[in-house]
């Protein structure tokens, strides 16, 4: 038997896709409790629905969006949304989720839920925020 002559194609360059650049938005982060004074009538429940505990910290990790960056008003943030925040301090940088929505009268800002005990700071400027992008696995 003679060998068969095979002709080769030559397929297109397989080109190397980079990861998608999430934005970074720089806001002021500021401290919330759910109390009527700084929420509303009804501070145990957040906008998403979700009900705080009553023995909550901020090991939570839960946090709330000024409006113009929620998705409902052109944001690009919902809720549910992971999120990572740095600039504010080791104890408290890290991925939180959003589950309220701050006054209406706020811009670029983020709210951390925490516990009256704690007795943080108030405010932090220049606080970096970023979406995390979900990690998908086959089941």
């Known amino acids: 038997m003679s060998p068969r002559t095979v002709a080769f194609i030559s397929a297109p360059p397989v080109v190397a896709r980079l990861p ?12 919330y409790e759910p109390d009527p004074r700084q929420t509303d009538s009804e501070p ?4 998403d629905n ?8 901020s090991k939570d990790r839960w946090m709330a969006l000024s409006r113009d960056l929620l998705k409902k008003w052109g944001g690009d943030f919902d809720y549910g ?17 959003i589950h309220d929505t701050m006054n209406r009268r706020h811009r670029h800002c983020m709210d951390i839920l925490a516990a009256k005990r704690e007795h943080l700071d108030e405010m932090w400027k ?3 925020i970023s979406k995390v992008e979900p990690q998908w696995q086959a089941s």
Not at 44 to 47: K, S
Not at 50 to 55: G, L, Y
């Open 126 to 128: 220049n606080v970096k």
């Open 20 to 31: 998608r650049r999430l934005p970074i938005y720089t806001v002021t982060a500021t401290i």
């Open 50 to 57: 979700s009900r705080i505990r009553r023995n909550h910290s």
């Open 44 to 47: 145990f429940i957040t906008a």
């Open 81 to 97: 949304d992971s999120v990572r925040v740095s600039g504010i301090s080791p104890k408290l940088d890290g991925v939180y989720i």
